[in-house]
């Protein structure tokens, strides 16, 4: 399996870690186990955060802050006087050899830059995987999620998070809304059928006109083939127009020629009139035979109530662009806690999503009410009314229909505005019909004052012209409608695709999670149940083609599939999580071959803290379990220290202790009992024996608990559950009686210059020092003689080692009193 570990961490200015000049310097072995504790506030958790950002390029527990709480100004330490965080990761490649070090730094005005290898940034997003990073709120967040949000995190920890994601946003494609919004159905469907319906009148307007010229009907004109050559006849047996259609299309003819060359037959200004009045009547005529009635007026007004009922109840305009605005923002994959309130910055405990969207529902209703008022107006063909208030209103007048059409594109008439409309069309068509007599009593004079003939052929080129602005309309209609038919028809094509595609990628994702949740759940219930010694069985219970995932207990006690989140108890419930998360690690870890555990057994108790740590050493991680990751422990508990200095021991583990503040700096202190002997002996050297003695006997307390902890000496339970029972005398009680019993017995490893060693130095410890310092009595000791006891403390650990190998000076622990 190829990966990377982590060979070492270099942090200055970031979070809790301030070593301005002097970064602090964590070194790890990939095949080894490294536990770092620390007291609460010196700067664990700031290496987890370190790593986080260097990874991921954010700190998720200070983004999720208010915004009142400027989380961002707190990623560099405060007290760095250049405001500058630096963090470099040393990437150890499995199985090449090569190391990699990338320089992830944080400038003062939050710029992040990366610096190494030319693929720094691929190989940081190579690493930026769920089980990474874990600590106590991850496990929790797990736990108490919904299950749509559990299950996509859980498809990140099986190497599907893109997958996962590109399901989200298909989805977010296909949805009818978004779509709708995005391509601008709602605008496409609003112009074809206005276009459908000035198709419609133009029709209509057509065949009327028809009709007039040649006098066929309405099913004549549909059966003709070329209505045009009909309508071109028609004017063409009229000898006095007769020039001006010879060699000519219909389309063609010029009619204000045909009019002009009728003035001048008869030679007056009578014709004309009659022509303009012709025209005038056609067009009044059609202005008034709107098609509109009461029916028609009612279904809009009721719609337009509705309306107006339902936004009442919803709200304002400008609360549903501030939820549709919320929605937007809350609905990314990018936005993950959909419980923060992207506009206020609070938490909440339940879903902001599932709350706007509650509240975006009767806005819903609104928008479909609209739609069936536009429909209305359209169908109708309301447009209509604009042109006949511009016909009848007087110059002094200011336009009102005109104002309230155009609302309809914004979705906004009102019940008072439709029956403004309807109040407004009976007065102008009054007007409309008191001018329409006016017209037909001056046409009826001029056509009694005229020839018959003349009267026929003046009305007959004005119908043919009427006709011939008709079918102009008519096919710049039709040429409009196909073209937007044609992008509807297209907005279809890519909505039916986004459908079947989201459909499609939504089964192969939830089949490809299936198969590899079938896979975890087994090692899942393995892991927990070398953590929890319970009868108690885990199961996650994942629908068909869903991407929820739920957490369920397929055995509790003598219970069968039961809720898990309603009975375990808090650790139970951590250690479910932690199964988990482990499980899926080693199935599916990818190219990150290590972990880092921050405080993940806070809720445990003792017992199942240690077992957490079995497990973790001998069934997860190396050297353990040759193909698994490098694990990377941070804990305060002073308990879980001792497991670890104990464990220290081996070869397989490493323990460092962190030391230090915010303010000044932070220090590993893996070598803390040679820090205490150099600091001792320099203060000997200075002649300051007070400071010196009272440090000799720290010294003497970390070589002797040594001793205990390497040779595995037994010692009473009170001594090893107890620190205020680790006194020097215990524990040289202890080493003594375990050495007299092994030679007693004749199994002691010790050769015998060792065995008297011990005596001799024993002796040099506590006369010199021991039964002086315990009255309390500074006065009787010389420098030089407390430098003698140091080396009798160096000497007296040394009868515990070996030299390995021989020769080499490289002395080494026994394993214990009676074996190497």
């Known amino acids: 399996m190829s990966g990377w570990f982590l060979q070492s961490i270099a942090i200055e200015g970031f979070r809790g870690i301030n070593?301005?000049?002097?970064?602090?310097?964590?070194?790890?072995?990939?095949?080894?186990?490294?536990?770092?504790?620390?007291?609460?506030?010196?700067?664990?958790?700031?290496?987890?955060?370190?790593?986080?950002?260097?990874?991921?390029?954010?700190?998720?527990?200070?983004?999720?802050?208010?915004?009142?709480?400027?989380?961002?100004?707190?990623?560099?330490?405060?007290?760095?006087?250049?405001?500058?965080?630096?963090?470099?990761?040393?990437?150890?490649?499995?199985?090449?050899?090569?190391?990699?070090?990338?320089?992830?730094?944080?400038?003062?005005?939050?710029?992040?830059?990366?610096?190494?290898?030319?693929?720094?940034?691929?190989?940081?997003?190579?690493?930026?995987?769920?089980?990474?990073?874990?600590?106590?709120?991850?496990?929790?967040?797990?736990?108490?999620d919904r299950d749509l949000d559990r299950g996509r995190s859980f498809a990140g920890l099986l190497n599907l998070r893109q997958y996962s994601e590109l399901r989200q946003e298909l989805q977010g494609l296909a949805n009818t809304r978004a779509f709708n919004g995005h391509c601008g159905t709602a605008a496409l469907l609003q112009q074809k059928r206005a276009l459908e319906t000035q198709v419609r009148t133009h029709q209509r307007t057509s065949q009327q006109a028809f009709e007039a010229l040649t006098g066929m009907t309405s099913a004549d004109h549909?059966?003709?083939?070329?209505?045009?050559?009909?309508?071109?006849?028609?004017?063409?047996?009229?000898?006095?127009?007769?020039?001006?259609?010879?060699?000519?299309?219909?389309?063609?003819?010029?009619?204000?020629?045909?009019?002009?060359?009728?003035?001048?037959?008869?030679?007056?200004?009578?014709?004309?009139?009659?022509?303009?009045?012709?025209?005038?009547?056609?067009?009044?005529?059609?202005?008034?035979?709107?098609?509109?009635?009461?029916?028609?007026?009612?279904?809009?007004?009721?719609?337009?109530?509705?309306?107006?009922?339902?936004?009442?109840?919803?709200?304002?305009?400008?609360?549903?662009?501030?939820?549709?605005?919320?929605?937007?923002?809350?609905?990314?994959?990018?936005?993950?806690?959909?419980?923060?309130?992207?506009?206020?910055?609070?938490?909440?405990?339940?879903?902001?999503?599932?709350?706007?969207?509650?509240?975006?529902?009767?806005?819903?209703?609104?928008?479909?009410?609209?739609?069936?008022?536009?429909?209305?107006?359209?169908?109708?063909?309301?447009?209509?009314?604009?042109?006949?208030?511009?016909?009848?209103?007087?110059?002094?007048?200011?336009?009102?229909?005109?104002?309230?059409?155009?609302?309809?594109?914004?979705?906004?008439?009102?019940?008072?505005?439709?029956?403004?409309?309807?109040?407004?069309?009976?007065?102008?068509?009054?007007?409309?019909?008191?001018?329409?007599?006016?017209?037909?009593?001056?046409?009826?004079?001029?056509?009694?004052?005229?020839?018959?003939?003349?009267?026929?052929?003046?009305?007959?080129?004005?119908?043919?012209?009427?006709?011939?602005?008709?079918?102009?309309?008519?096919?710049?209609?039709?040429?409009?409608?196909?073209?937007?038919?044609?992008?509807?028809?297209?907005?279809?094509?890519?909505?039916?695709?986004?459908?079947?595609?989201?459909?499609?990628?939504?089964?192969?994702?939830?089949?490809?999670?299936?198969?590899?949740?079938?896979?975890?759940?087994?090692?899942?219930?393995?892991?927990?149940?070398?953590?929890?010694?319970?009868?108690?069985?885990?199961?996650?219970?994942?629908?068909?083609?869903?991407?929820?995932?739920?957490?369920?207990?397929?055995?509790?006690?003598?219970?069968?599939?039961?809720?898990?989140?309603?009975?375990?108890?808090?650790?139970?419930?951590?250690?479910?999580?932690?199964?988990?998360?482990l499980a899926a690690a080693k199935l599916y870890g990818g190219q990150a071959r290590f972990m880092i555990l921050d405080d993940v057994t806070s809720s445990f108790d003792a017992g199942h803290q240690f077992h957490l740590m079995d497990v973790i050493r001998t069934k997860f991680a190396r050297p353990g379990q040759v193909d698994g990751p490098q694990v990377i422990l941070l804990s305060h508990d002073t308990l879980l220290e001792k497991l670890f200095n104990k464990n220290a021991n081996g070869s397989d583990w490493q323990h460092i202790r962190l030391e230090g503040t915010a303010r000044t700096a932070v220090l590993p202190q893996s070598n803390a009992s040679n820090r205490v002997r150099d600091m001792t002996v320099s203060f000997l050297k200075a002649g300051q024996v007070e400071d010196g003695a009272l440090r000799l006997r720290q010294y003497l307390e970390y070589k002797l608990l040594e001793v205990i902890g390497r040779i595995n000496i037994p010692v009473p339970v009170d001594f090893a559950l107890d620190d205020t029972k680790k006194q020097v005398q215990s524990a040289l009680d202890a080493i003594q009686a375990a050495v007299a019993l092994h030679q007693t017995a004749g199994q002691i490893v010790l050769d015998q210059q060792q065995q008297a060693g011990l005596q001799a130095n024993v002796a040099s410890i506590t006369g010199n020092f021991l039964a002086h310092y315990a009255t309390g009595s500074t006065q009787a000791f010389s420098a030089s003689s407390l430098l003698g006891v140091v080396a009798a403390i160096d000497a007296y650990a040394q009868c515990f080692t070996y030299e390995d190998p021989p020769g080499s000076g490289n002395r080494r622990y026994y394993r214990s009193l009676s074996r190497r």
């Open 19 to 144: 070593n301005e000049g002097d970064p602090l310097v964590l070194n790890f072995k990939d095949a080894c186990i490294t536990s770092i504790s620390a007291p609460n506030g010196v700067g664990k958790s700031s290496i987890f955060d370190a790593v986080s950002f260097a990874i991921r390029g954010r700190i998720p527990k200070l983004d999720a802050l208010p915004a009142s709480e400027s989380g961002a100004e707190y990623y560099i330490n405060r007290f760095h006087h250049a405001g500058v965080g630096r963090i470099v990761l040393t990437l150890a490649s499995d199985g090449v050899g090569t190391a990699a070090a990338i320089t992830v730094t944080r400038q003062p005005d939050g710029t992040r830059t990366v610096a190494g290898p030319s693929n720094a940034e691929a190989l940081l997003a190579e690493l930026d995987r769920e089980f990474v990073l874990l600590d106590h709120d991850t496990f929790q967040s797990f736990i108490s």
């Open 222 to 581: 549909a059966a003709l083939a070329d209505p045009q050559a009909a309508a071109h006849r028609a004017l063409d047996q009229i000898p006095l127009v007769k020039p001006h259609c010879t060699g000519k299309g219909f389309h063609e003819i010029d009619f204000d020629a045909c009019v002009v060359t009728i003035k001048e037959a008869e030679g007056g200004d009578d014709r004309a009139r009659l022509a303009q009045f012709v025209r005038d009547q056609a067009t009044i005529e059609g202005l008034v035979n709107d098609g509109l009635s009461d029916d028609h007026f009612r279904r809009l007004k009721d719609l337009a109530d509705q309306r107006d009922a339902t936004l009442s109840a919803a709200g304002s305009a400008l609360v549903h662009a501030h939820l549709t605005a919320a929605a937007q923002v809350l609905l990314q994959p990018t936005w993950t806690n959909k419980n923060l309130c992207p506009t206020c910055g609070t938490e909440n405990d339940v879903s902001v999503l599932n709350k706007v969207q509650a509240s975006l529902a009767p806005y819903e209703a609104v928008q479909r009410l609209a739609d069936d008022i536009l429909t209305a107006w359209q169908d109708g063909h309301w447009s209509a009314l604009a042109i006949m208030e511009d016909a009848a209103k007087t110059e002094s007048e200011a336009s009102r229909l005109g104002a309230i059409s155009r609302q309809i594109g914004d979705n906004s008439l009102a019940g008072v505005q439709a029956e403004e409309l309807w109040t407004r069309r009976t007065e102008y068509r009054t007007r409309l019909l008191q001018r329409l007599d006016g017209i037909r009593a001056e046409r009826q004079a001029i056509e009694q004052r005229l020839p018959p003939s003349l009267v026929e052929l003046t009305t007959r080129v004005e119908q043919a012209k009427r006709l011939n602005e008709s079918w102009t309309s008519l096919r710049g209609s039709e040429n409009e409608l196909a073209q937007v038919k044609k992008s509807h028809e297209r907005v279809d094509r890519v909505k039916l695709f986004l459908d079947k595609a989201a459909e499609a990628f939504a089964a192969a994702e939830a089949t490809a999670a299936q198969r590899r949740l079938t896979a975890v759940q087994p090692l899942c219930r393995t892991l927990f149940a070398a953590i929890i010694h319970d009868p108690v069985e885990p199961a996650l219970v994942k629908p068909v083609g869903a991407e929820e995932l739920r957490l369920s207990l397929a055995r509790f006690w003598s219970l069968q599939d039961v809720s898990a989140q309603a009975l375990l108890s808090e650790s139970f419930r951590n250690a479910f999580a932690v199964a988990v998360y």
